[in-house]
């Protein structure tokens, strides 16, 4: 394998630390995980797949995060309210056209009740913090995290708020008008209506009151979300793939897969980034990742640049840095990078290896973005705005061979655990709603 600078150096400049082949970590023990209650993780599978948490009522957890798709939902760039179908089979509702994508591509949900996972999306806006009232730091107001249970039960609190996600625009239902006039937590707020939702289903009123004791006109929304957060703890817990069989001493890996894990481990520095048991430091990083659709910017700005950790911190060094996904069952989740810019590992692979290049020659067929009339190219578009993306990566490049490429998939291949691809619990035939389950 041929480098365009020395690996000690790559090393360094990733911030990583020297791993040799067999430089491999530990295998994944129950003890890396929370314990989960498995009858609040049935009631949070329910809750997962009804789109009664939306504002129209179209839209659940599951549209953007379905075990068909990796627990992604196969775009680039999801179409949440607005939007019917699930993948590339998605289609806008003309009767209700979205107003815009999602930003940024729905990450995978595999690993998230592990106790290392204490910062969650693209760019790390939800994270723990003992010195905050509720343990979590949010973009909102600190006495809303009151009543999470976890970092990933918190974590829903976004979704169904965001009108592009889950809530709906402005004056399409009652949801959508309560985050409209930013009434949120308070009586007739939108937590407030999605609970009182909730709560009028008997089905659910029984199972709540049967987990938590709760009476009907007692369950809020963080009691929604604490369930949730336990089914996905545990439907999506991942660590039966065939590296954690080799790792425990109890399976072999294919010649192909244990070259490109030498690789992975050694001359091709993944690991400087892609550490530990779930193969992430964790960290956040610039890599030159091309912009699709409307960015991250103010709820004002139509279109706007997607910063990344930047928009977190205010911290320069922090430009265009996202945080370094997990590589469990990668091989399932295309396409690839925060704003899903790569429709196959191969690609993603060889861009990574050369990003300045695989930036000023991006091939936008490679999206996968079901039609809608919007400007999806805008920040490509602008060569000032590309030269910004360029200046901030922070990857040098490092020369793979096709056939090291062919070995490193060979090695992601092995990160996937069968039981993922379904799930542990599967998709329920129904809802209490009554309303469909996304399929």
């Known amino acids: 394998m041929r480098e365009s600078i020395g690996i000690s150096a790559l090393l360094v400049m990733l911030g990583g630390a020297v791993w040799a082949a067999d430089g491999l970590p530990d295998p994944v023990i129950d003890s890396d995980f929370a314990p989960v209650n498995m009858d609040e993780a049935a009631l949070g599978q329910l809750l997962f797949y009804d789109p009664v948490l939306s504002g ?22 999801p179409l949440g309210d607005g939007g019917h179908g699930l993948g590339m089979d998605r289609l806008a509702d003309q009767e209700n056209l979205p107003e815009q994508r999602v930003p940024r591509n729905a990450q995978a949900l595999f690993n998230l009740g592990a106790h290392e996972f204490t910062r969650l999306f693209h760019d790390g806006r939800v994270e723990e913090d003992p010195n905050r009232p509720g343990g979590l730091r949010t973009p909102l107001d600190e006495e809303m995290v009151a009543g999470f249970d976890s970092i990933l039960s918190a974590q829903t609190m976004f979704p169904v708020l965001s009108p592009d996600e889950m809530a709906g625009h402005y004056s399409e239902n009652e ?4 985050v409209r006039l930013g009434t949120l937590t308070a009586e007739g707020g939108a937590w407030d209506l999605i609970s009182r939702r909730v709560a009028e289903i008997p089905a659910y009123a029984d199972r709540f009151k049967d987990v938590y004791g709760l009476e009907a006109q007692e369950i809020g929304f963080t009691d929604i979300s604490n369930a949730i957060a336990a089914f996905m703890a545990h439907e999506w817990r991942s660590d039966t793939s065939p590296f954690d069989a080799y790792l425990r001493g109890e399976g072999e890996l294919s010649a192909d897969a244990m070259a490109g894990m030498e690789l992975f481990y050694g001359d091709a520095g993944c690991a400087s980034c892609h550490s530990g048991k779930f193969q992430t430091d964790q960290q956040f990083h610039a890599t030159g990742q091309p912009q699709i659709g409307p960015g991250k910017g103010a709820r004002f700005e139509t279109h706007a640049r997607d910063e990344g950790r930047f928009r977190v911190t205010g911290d320069p060094a922090n430009l265009y840095a996202f945080r370094t996904p997990s590589l469990r069952n990668v091989e399932l989740t295309a396409p690839y990078g925060h704003a899903g810019a790569y429709a196959t590992l191969e690609g993603f692979i060889e861009a990574h290896a050369d990003p300045v290049a695989a930036l000023e020659n991006y091939d936008r067929s490679q999206a996968m973005l079901p039609a809608l009339e919007v400007s999806d190219w805008r920040i490509m578009d602008d060569p000032a705005e590309v030269e910004a993306i360029i200046a901030a990566n922070a990857m040098p490049t490092v020369e793979l061979s096709e056939s090291d490429i062919a070995e490193l998939v060979a090695f992601l291949g092995a990160l996937t655990d069968p039981v993922a691809k379904s799930g542990r619990m599967g998709v329920p035939a129904t809802v209490p709603s009554g309303l469909p389950v996304a399929n």
Request: charged share 20%; hydrophobic share 25%.
């Open 56 to 77: 129209n009522r179209e839209v659940s957890c599951a549209t953007c995060h379905h075990p068909k798709h990796g627990t992604g939902d196969g775009l680039s760039l």
């Open 175 to 178: 949801v959508a008008k309560a």
